[in-house]
C-alpha cells in the first residue's frame, strides 16, 4: 500500500468546527488517469483543533465546559439504535434547547448517522469500549486473552470508522475501569 498526501488551499484559511459554530466543509477527491475518473468520494468533514491544558479541554485552543449527557443505547421500540440521521438530529436539537454539548456513549459506539448529525449539531461525543473492568481482574495477572484481542479489534474498529467526525473529541477504554468486582 502507498501513500499520497496533498495539501489543499482554503482561501482565506480555515473556518473550524466547534461545538458552537459546526461548520462542515464539502468536499470532493477525484482520482484520475489522464481525463479518466477513476474514483470519486465525496466528504463532509469539519477541521478542529482538540487538546488538553492541565485539567482544560481546549477546542481550537479555547477552553470548552462540556455540559453532558450519557446515552445508554437504550432503544426499548425497536432493540437497536437508529440508522435514521433525521431522529439523530431531532436528539441533539432537544439536548442543544436544553444545554447540553456533550453526549457520553456508555459502552457502545453509535452508527454512522449518530455520528452525521453530531458533526451537522456541534455535539462534542465521548465513545467507548464495551468494558467492564471484570475481565482485567488483577494487574499482576495476564488479561484475558479472548478479551483483549477483542477490545482491540473494536478500538482499531472505532478509529477506523471516526477518526474523520470533528464530533469525536473523547474516548474511553471502558466503564468503571478498577480493579473489578466479583459481584
Not at 473556518?15 to 482520482?31: E, H, Q, T
Not at 446515552?71 to 436528539?91: A, H, K, L, M, N
Request: a negative charge.
Amino acid at each position: 500500500s502507498s501513500e499520497t498526501r496533498l495539501a489543499v488551499s482554503l482561501g482565506g484559511g480555515a473556518r473550524l468546527w466547534s461545538d458552537d459554530d459546526p461548520y462542515l466543509y464539502d468536499a470532493v477527491f477525484i482520482l484520475r488517469d489522464g481525463d479518466t475518473v477513476i474514483d470519486r468520494v465525496d466528504k463532509r468533514l469539519g477541521l478542529r483543533a482538540i487538546r488538553t491544558k492541565g485539567r482544560q479541554i481546549l477546542l481550537n485552543d479555547r477552553p470548552v465546559f462540556l455540559r453532558g449527557y450519557v446515552d445508554c443505547c437504550i432503544f426499548p421500540q425497536t432493540g437497536y439504535p437508529s440508522w435514521v440521521v433525521d431522529e439523530y438530529r431531532r436528539q441533539f436539537r432537544i439536548a442543544r434547547a436544553h444545554g447540553f454539548n456533550h453526549v457520553r456513549l456508555h459502552s457502545w459506539t453509535a452508527p454512522e448517522p449518530f455520528w452525521q448529525a453530531a458533526d451537522e449539531l456541534g455535539m462534542l461525543v465521548q465513545a467507548e469500549l464495551p468494558h467492564w473492568s471484570a475481565h482485567y481482574r488483577k494487574r499482576e495477572q495476564a488479561p484475558d486473552c479472548e478479551t483483549h484481542a477483542f477490545l482491540t479489534r473494536e478500538l482499531d474498529a472505532i478509529v477506523d470508522a471516526l477518526h474523520a467526525h470533528p464530533a469525536w473529541v473523547l474516548f474511553s477504554n471502558g466503564n468503571e475501569l478498577m480493579e473489578g468486582s466479583d459481584a
